[in-house]
């Protein structure tokens, strides 16, 4: 029986089906002589390769269109050289993430909301084949001794993998695209924050203010750390510090950190903590960290209080006191274990500002707040807002709407600006305003 033969009715005519796919990548491998792929650049390999199965076809193969003979050269050469049916998802600038829970059941995020995708694999095995080609690319293994893994795409996307018997309805493969770096005032055109709020942040960053971003999962805080890091004059020597390398600086003297985990045989491990620690070895003027997770809170704390000023970091909280409150509980977990009125201490020297992003009904990421922290020594935290957006009522399948209202600044905070050559954008002043 011809191969075409085998396939049920569309997949016959179009030529896509799972199985032929297979049986044309082992063709296709069969025929190969390997040795001749070797020292090719990836684009020369892929050319190599879509010619040769081009011929097998043609000998022997599926009565095609044009297109639909391309889409299936490139289904194959996919499955021989990238990671097969998610290469087209890759390939989608429009989708920002990947998620695939089990072999047929796939979801992708596109300008932030998420909907299922018609790409399946063929069988768990080809999943679990994608999966082992991910991982082994950066030296790591998963099987049930080890069934959880992050790495990274060589082309820079995170990768987050499960497998049974954590995962008990298949392997899960997580993929988060990283989106371009934006400047500050892409984001104002794209009405993440308004144009006096980025020139109060732009103001803020020159003046060395210890900042910290709060947010949500998926609120845009990397992408905002990325825009706000911009704002760093470019003399300056600034040393990221992330666990999967997403920032993407450009300044012409930056050094970029990534922690490691630990290998196979469970040494090795060089954690966010380890790489703080070392930054203040390496003469910064500015400390960048991705986000903070554990004890180097602590850390980064100490640096912004020992002449580290304008430091940078995110973390995850739903409110600019709740970061704060946040801080404390990560910076107890040092195994100095200080007492709380200590931390606060460390805490309301340190950080000046805070930035909370969230992301609304409609999928779009504001800068819902900007506040400063007031809150001296010891005391509680206490915060002024400088800045807030205040959404209009939710309307169910349209775009979000609001304001920005601006506050006068504190004095304080108004004075350090001025000393430091800033100045004070109109819409903090006396009057105040919105936009």
């Known amino acids: 029986m011809a191969l075409r033969d085998r396939l049920p009715g569309a997949e016959r005519e179009r030529g896509d089906g799972p199985n032929l796919v297979g049986e044309y990548l082992n063709r296709l491998l069969v025929d190969l002589d ?14 190599r390769l879509e010619r040769r199965l081009s011929d097998i076809i043609s000998f022997d193969g599926p009565v095609l269109s044009a297109r639909d003979r391309a889409g299936f050269i490139r289904r194959v050469i996919d499955e021989a050289l990238g990671l097969g049916v998610l290469e087209p998802l890759l390939a989608d600038e429009t989708i920002t993430e990947i998620m695939v829970n089990g072999a047929d059941s796939v979801f992708v995020e596109r300008r932030g909301r998420v909907e299922r995708h018609p790409t399946v694999f063929s069988s768990e095995e080809q999943l679990m084949q994608t ?5 082994s690319k950066v030296n790591r293994r998963i099987d049930e001794s080890s069934p959880m893994v992050d790495a990274r795409l060589e082309s820079g996307e995170r990768v987050n993998v499960i497998i049974p018997p954590l995962s008990l309805d298949g392997p899960t493969l997580t993929i988060r695209r990283f ?4 400047r500050l005032e892409e984001l104002v055109v794209r009405e993440t924050l308004s144009r006096p709020v980025a020139e109060l942040l732009t103001a803020v960053v020159r003046a060395k203010f210890n900042v910290i971003i709060s947010g949500g999962t998926g609120t845009g805080k990397t992408t905002f750390l990325n825009s706000l890091s911009g704002m760093i004059p470019e003399h300056e020597r600034i040393i990221t510090i992330e666990d999967a390398a997403e920032l993407s600086l450009q300044q012409p003297h930056v050094v970029r950190l990534e922690s490691r985990p630990a290998n196979v045989e469970g040494s090795g491990q060089v954690s966010i903590r380890d790489l703080v620690r070392n930054s203040l070895r390496m003469r910064p003027d500015r400390i ?3 986000e903070v997770r554990g004890g180097e809170t602590l850390d980064m704390l100490q640096a912004m209080n020992t002449g580290h000023a304008g430091s940078l970091a995110t973390v ?3 409110s600019t006191i709740d970061a704060l409150g946040r801080l ?5 977990m040092d195994e100095m274990s200080l007492p709380s009125d200590v931390l606060r201490d460390q805490i309301n020297t340190a950080v000046d500002i805070v930035i909370q992003l969230s992301r609304l009904h409609d999928g779009s990421r504001k800068v819902v707040d900007v506040a400063a922290l007031v809150s001296k020594r010891r005391e509680p935290f206490r915060t002024v807002s ?3 957006f205040q959404a209009d009522p939710a309307v169910l399948g349209e775009r979000a709407r609001g304001v920005f209202l601006h506050h006068h600044l504190p004095e304080d905070i108004a004075e350090r600006l001025h000393f430091s050559g800033q100045l004070v954008p109109d819409a903090f002043q006396d009057h105040g305003g919105e936009v």
């Open 179 to 182: 989106p371009r770096p934006f």
């Open 288 to 290: 960048v960290v991705g």
């Open 386 to 388: 400088l800045a807030h």
């Open 34 to 47: 390997r040795d001749e792929l070797h020292g090719l650049t990836d684009v020369q390999r892929r050319a």
């Open 316 to 318: 995850h909280a739903n």
């Open 328 to 332: 404390e509980t990560l910076a107890s």
């Open 131 to 135: 999966i082992d080609r991910i991982v």
